[in-house]
């Protein structure tokens, strides 16, 4: 099993609706979460990191799920400046951290 | 706010060649990294750094090395450019405890013909 799996979507979603995605991983024993956020042609941005008990950051909840081992990310109320990618960073790989392959997700007015 | 410079937005090499890639933080953190973000395939961890003079391989080090003689600066080198490393490669840096809120640099677009 690879050490963090997304979808890559892409997830078409009218504006204004609410959407979410998951992002599992393999390590039991992971303490640090994280969402980044890609646009098109630029780096990575943190987004928000994901507690235990959950983060919210306005529109954007980020949530963990250590029995089924996933992260997730909800957008309410989309806006078109939410198309992005989105990456999700688990522990795994040399230097303790693996990045998922992100989901693409494309806000349609 | 953390700013991370790469010297370079778009490169052009011959194959053969050596090149050096630049990256500037100017937050005094110690941890600095580098990654190659390829279609398909997500970021990679090439190199990084914990300290001056230290270096540690990431997951696909081959045909790369590193250099940091000051804090502030990490240089990714291709001793000898292949046109199987023709990618987004991408400088990031995070302070102490900060593991995972890295800051990037904006990358630089490696061509190499």
């Known amino acids: 099993r690879k050490e963090v799996e997304q979808d890559p979507g892409p997830f078409n979603v009218p504006e204004g609706a609410t959407v979410a995605f998951n992002c599992t991983y393999s390590n039991s024993a992971s303490q640090s979460f994280f969402w980044y956020r890609q646009d098109c042609r630029k780096e990575p941005k943190l987004l928000m990191s994901?507690?235990?008990s959950g983060n919210e950051d306005g529109r954007f909840t980020a949530q963990l799920n250590r029995a089924s081992q996933y992260i997730s990310l909800l957008i309410r109320d989309s806006k078109l400046s939410d198309s992005a990618t989105y990456l999700c960073?688990?522990?795994?790989?040399?230097?303790?951290?693996?990045f998922g392959k992100g989901t693409h997700l494309i806000i349609q007015p | 706010d953390v700013k991370v410079t790469q010297s370079s937005r778009y490169l052009v090499k011959r194959t053969g060649e050596k090149v050096f890639l630049e990256c500037v933080q100017d937050m005094d953190h110690e941890n600095m990294f580098w990654y190659r973000q390829d279609p398909g395939l997500g970021l990679r961890l090439i190199y990084f750094s914990y300290d001056v003079k230290m270096k540690e391989k990431g997951d696909i080090p081959e045909g790369y090395s590193v250099s940091r003689e000051k804090k502030e600066r990490f240089s990714l080198i291709l001793e000898s450019a292949s046109t199987n490393q023709t990618s987004m490669y991408l400088c990031?840096?995070?302070?102490?405890?900060?593991?995972?809120?890295?800051?990037f640099g904006s990358g630089t677009r490696l061509t190499v013909v």
């Open positions: 994901v507690y235990s």
């Open positions: 960073v688990a522990p795994g790989g040399a230097d303790g951290l693996t």
């Open positions: 990031a840096s995070t302070g102490g405890l900060g593991i995972g809120g890295y800051t």
